[in-house]
Nanobody, 126 residues
Framework: QVHLAESGGGLMQAGGSLRLSCAGP????????IAWFRQASGQEREFVSA????????YYADSVKGRFNISREYAKNGAYLQMNTYKHEDTANYYC???????????????????WGQGTQVNVSS
Protein backbone atom coordinates (compact mmCIF):
# COMPACT_ATOMS: atom_id res chain seq x y z
CA GLN A 1 0.00 0.00 0.00
CA VAL A 2 1.35 3.41 -1.00
CA HIS A 3 0.92 6.09 1.61
CA LEU A 4 1.01 9.80 0.78
CA ALA A 5 0.84 12.53 3.41
CA GLU A 6 0.29 16.18 2.65
CA SER A 7 1.19 19.00 5.05
CA GLY A 8 1.67 22.74 5.12
CA GLY A 9 -1.86 24.03 4.76
CA GLY A 10 -3.53 26.60 6.96
CA LEU A 11 -5.22 29.99 7.07
CA MET A 12 -3.39 32.59 5.01
CA GLN A 13 -3.84 36.13 3.83
CA ALA A 14 -3.95 36.80 0.12
CA GLY A 15 -0.70 37.73 -1.53
CA GLY A 16 1.59 35.61 0.58
CA SER A 17 3.69 32.53 -0.04
CA LEU A 18 3.28 29.00 1.25
CA ARG A 19 4.85 25.64 0.57
CA LEU A 20 2.89 22.42 0.68
CA SER A 21 4.71 19.15 1.17
CA CYS A 22 3.81 15.66 0.11
CA ALA A 23 5.66 12.87 1.88
CA GLY A 24 5.86 10.10 -0.66
CA PRO A 25 6.08 6.33 -0.66
CA UNK A 26 9.77 6.07 0.18
CA UNK A 27 13.01 6.13 -1.73
CA UNK A 28 12.75 2.69 -3.28
CA UNK A 29 9.41 3.42 -4.96
CA UNK A 30 9.36 4.38 -8.61
CA UNK A 31 6.42 5.98 -10.32
CA UNK A 32 5.59 7.87 -13.51
CA UNK A 33 4.48 11.23 -12.12
CA ILE A 34 3.36 13.01 -8.97
CA ALA A 35 0.76 15.73 -8.97
CA TRP A 36 -1.25 18.17 -6.94
CA PHE A 37 -4.99 18.51 -7.31
CA ARG A 38 -7.38 20.65 -5.31
CA GLN A 39 -11.03 20.66 -4.45
CA ALA A 40 -12.90 23.67 -3.22
CA SER A 41 -16.07 23.29 -1.20
CA GLY A 42 -18.96 22.36 -3.47
CA GLN A 43 -16.78 22.04 -6.56
CA GLU A 44 -15.15 19.22 -8.47
CA ARG A 45 -11.56 18.25 -7.94
CA GLU A 46 -9.28 20.09 -10.36
CA PHE A 47 -5.74 19.71 -11.57
CA VAL A 48 -3.13 22.11 -10.19
CA SER A 49 0.29 20.84 -11.21
CA ALA A 50 2.23 17.70 -12.03
CA UNK A 51 5.84 16.69 -12.44
CA UNK A 52 7.45 13.64 -13.98
CA UNK A 53 9.12 11.25 -11.57
CA UNK A 54 12.59 12.27 -12.72
CA UNK A 55 11.73 15.91 -12.05
CA UNK A 56 12.42 17.01 -15.60
CA UNK A 57 9.01 18.10 -16.85
CA UNK A 58 6.46 20.12 -14.94
CA TYR A 59 2.93 21.10 -15.90
CA TYR A 60 0.54 23.67 -14.49
CA ALA A 61 -3.08 24.64 -14.71
CA ASP A 62 -3.57 28.03 -16.34
CA SER A 63 -5.03 29.37 -13.11
CA VAL A 64 -1.75 28.86 -11.22
CA LYS A 65 0.84 29.20 -13.96
CA GLY A 66 3.46 31.77 -13.01
CA ARG A 67 2.41 31.71 -9.35
CA PHE A 68 2.90 28.09 -8.24
CA ASN A 69 5.94 25.89 -8.62
CA ILE A 70 6.11 22.11 -8.24
CA SER A 71 9.29 20.26 -7.40
CA ARG A 72 10.30 16.78 -6.35
CA GLU A 73 11.29 15.90 -2.83
CA TYR A 74 13.68 12.98 -2.94
CA ALA A 75 14.18 12.11 0.75
CA LYS A 76 10.71 10.58 0.92
CA ASN A 77 10.10 10.51 -2.80
CA GLY A 78 7.37 13.11 -2.66
CA ALA A 79 6.81 16.61 -3.93
CA TYR A 80 6.50 20.22 -2.93
CA LEU A 81 4.07 22.82 -4.16
CA GLN A 82 5.35 26.37 -3.70
CA MET A 83 2.39 28.70 -3.75
CA ASN A 84 3.23 32.35 -4.37
CA THR A 85 0.90 35.33 -4.48
CA TYR A 86 -2.02 33.13 -3.58
CA LYS A 87 -5.54 34.42 -3.97
CA HIS A 88 -8.83 33.80 -2.23
CA GLU A 89 -9.84 31.55 -5.12
CA ASP A 90 -6.93 29.25 -4.27
CA THR A 91 -8.84 28.20 -1.15
CA ALA A 92 -9.30 24.43 -1.35
CA ASN A 93 -8.25 21.08 -0.01
CA TYR A 94 -5.00 20.20 -1.77
CA TYR A 95 -4.26 16.58 -2.60
CA CYS A 96 -1.09 14.85 -3.62
CA UNK A 97 -1.40 11.96 -6.07
CA UNK A 98 0.93 9.45 -7.66
CA UNK A 99 0.61 7.86 -11.07
CA UNK A 100 2.50 4.62 -11.26
CA UNK A 101 1.74 3.45 -14.78
CA UNK A 102 3.20 5.53 -17.56
CA UNK A 103 0.92 6.43 -20.44
CA UNK A 104 0.19 9.15 -22.96
CA UNK A 105 -2.83 10.30 -20.99
CA UNK A 106 -2.62 13.91 -19.86
CA UNK A 107 -1.09 14.37 -16.42
CA UNK A 108 -4.07 16.57 -15.62
CA UNK A 109 -6.40 13.54 -15.74
CA UNK A 110 -7.12 12.61 -12.13
CA UNK A 111 -8.51 9.20 -13.10
CA UNK A 112 -5.02 8.06 -14.13
CA UNK A 113 -3.57 8.42 -10.61
CA UNK A 114 -3.57 5.29 -8.51
CA UNK A 115 -2.67 6.70 -5.11
CA TRP A 116 -3.94 9.72 -3.22
CA GLY A 117 -3.23 11.45 0.05
CA GLN A 118 -5.85 12.71 2.50
CA GLY A 119 -5.29 16.35 1.59
CA THR A 120 -4.30 19.52 3.39
CA GLN A 121 -6.68 22.46 3.64
CA VAL A 122 -5.57 25.88 2.45
CA ASN A 123 -7.78 28.84 3.31
CA VAL A 124 -6.88 32.19 1.82
CA SER A 125 -8.59 35.26 3.20
CA SER A 126 -9.07 38.18 0.83
Amino acid sequence: QVHLAESGGGLMQAGGSLRLSCAGPGRTFHGHAIAWFRQASGQEREFVSAIKWDGRDAYYADSVKGRFNISREYAKNGAYLQMNTYKHEDTANYYCAVRVVGSNDPLSDSSTYEYWGQGTQVNVSS
